[in-house]
């Protein structure tokens, strides 16, 4: 069949609509109709070059929602009709990661998705012939994509499309971090570095667990206020401060307990561990920083007591905890709708990235 879709020919290079030939589902894989996509600053990471995993030519986008058109052979849990979230966090329930229990990393199907194929290392889009690259497994920016079926959650079919498309990276992102990652306790002091789209929900997530003071991170004056709206207690201005850390240990009597890096700022994840308590104080990065990057700090600061972790997709794992975050979002008990600053039209997707770069948008989302 023939799709529309946003196709990053080269790195730094703005996407071009263009209509792209996609091969139907093959064993184990599901046709998806995508109706609605956030953008994701990650997708702006991999366009920029920066990412050593981002490949060319590919359609990008992870944060999408839709309804399943077609399966493969071998489908067994999904039909037609049923509206679905596409994972880039698989979850197969059966590799030694997801047995483990101890981590959402799912490698079933890992390796090719790094590499921008299908689990039978090729491709399903190409144009005139020439292969197309696959994004995380998930390319929501095509109108139609296809997708292990294990890297599919199944939510319900009430749950509108342009709202729970965030689900799909952004909100359970930042709400999974807070709640499955670190864990955060009813009273615990919280500090989070950057209040994008990602930064938002993790606000929100430690306001809903009962943290206590809540102190957010920005450059950007503006995201005060929505920062605010979400459960922030305290903003601090890095170019307004001589030194962030020493306010945030000031503002906490001795250290946040949890803080969350959420720009993929390697001077900043140092400052997020270091501004943490002594003792006990939890680090989590969320942010991607680019090829080559690296992180540092005296080792003291861990022989101290302070923890560093990473999270990914929040530590959520998809299949299970997507249709839940799905559930809450249509039950009232977060707030979605608010984080979405604007809505495009996919021949407007270019405009997305700039809203997102020049700190108008918190999330873009394309409607199709
Ligand atoms: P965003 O562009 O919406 O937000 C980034 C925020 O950081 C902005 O508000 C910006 O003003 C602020 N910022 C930039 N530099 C800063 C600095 N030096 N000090 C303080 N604030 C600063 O991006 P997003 O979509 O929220 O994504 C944030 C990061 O999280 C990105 O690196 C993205 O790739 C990553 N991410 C990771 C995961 C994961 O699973 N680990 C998932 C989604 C996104
Ligand atoms: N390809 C990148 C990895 C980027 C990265 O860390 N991605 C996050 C999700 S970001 C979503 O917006 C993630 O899930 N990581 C775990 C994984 O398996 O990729 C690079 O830098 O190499
Ligand atoms: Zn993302």
Redesign the pocket.
């Known amino acids: 069949m023939k799709t529309k879709a946003a196709v990053a020919w080269k790195a730094g290079q703005p996407l071009t609509i263009e209509t792209v030939d996609l091969e139907g589902p093959k064993f184990g894989e599901v046709l998806v109709e995508i109706k609605a996509t956030g953008i994701?600053?990650?997708d702006?990471?991999t366009l920029s070059g920066a990412d050593p995993e981002g490949l060319f030519p590919a359609i990008l986008g992870h944060e999408g929602a839709g309804v399943v058109v077609d399966v493969g052979p071998g489908v067994t849990g999904l039909k037609k009709g049923d509206h679905v979230i596409p994972l880039y966090?698989a979850e197969c329930r059966q590799c030694k990661f997801c047995l483990s229990r101890k981590t959402n990393l799912c490698q079933a199907v890992r390796a090719t998705q790094g590499k921008g194929l299908m689990p039978d290392s090729s491709s399903r889009f190409s144009i005139d012939g020439q292969p197309i690259l696959h994004y995380m497994g998930t390319s929501t920016f095509s109108n139609y994509t296809v997708v292990p079926e294990i890297a599919l959650a199944k939510i319900r079919s009430d749950a509108p499309f342009d709202k729970v498309c965030y689900i799909g990276?952004?909100v359970t992102?930042?709400l999974g971090?807070v709640l499955f990652t670190a864990k955060v306790e009813a009273g615990a002091n919280v500090a989070v570095?950057?209040?994008?789209?990602?930064?938002?929900n993790v606000i929100q997530g430690a306001k809903m667990v009962g943290a206590d003071k809540i102190i957010g991170?920005?450059?950007?004056p503006e995201?005060q206020e929505m920062a605010r709206k979400f459960g922030m207690t305290h903003f601090i201005n890095?170019k307004e401060v001589d030194n962030?850390v020493d306010a945030i240990v000031q503002i906490t009597d001795g250290g946040a307990d949890y803080s969350f890096e959420?720009?993929?700022?390697t001077?900043?994840m140092r400052q997020a561990l270091e501004c943490t308590h002594k003792g006990w104080g939890q680090s989590i990065?969320?942010?991607?920083?680019e090829a080559g990057a690296e992180i540092s700090t005296r080792p003291f600061q861990l022989v101290t007591g302070r923890e560093w972790k990473?999270?990914?997709?929040?530590g959520a794992r998809g299949r299970t905890d997507v249709p839940k975050i799905v559930d809450w979002y249509m039950e009232g008990k977060i707030n979605i709708d608010d984080l979405i600053t604007h809505h495009l039209k996919l021949e407007d997707i270019n405009k997305g990235f700039d809203l997102?770069?020049s700190?108008e948008?918190?999330?873009s989302v394309v409607v199709y």
């Not at 990065?285 to 920083?289: D, K, L, S, Y």
């Open positions: 994701c600053h990650t702006y990471y966090t990276c952004g992102t930042g971090a570095f950057g209040l994008g789209g990602i930064g938002l991170v920005d450059i950007n995201r890095p962030v959420c720009i993929g700022n001077q900043v990065i969320i942010g991607v920083a990473g999270s990914a997709f929040g997102m770069k700190g948008s918190i999330r």
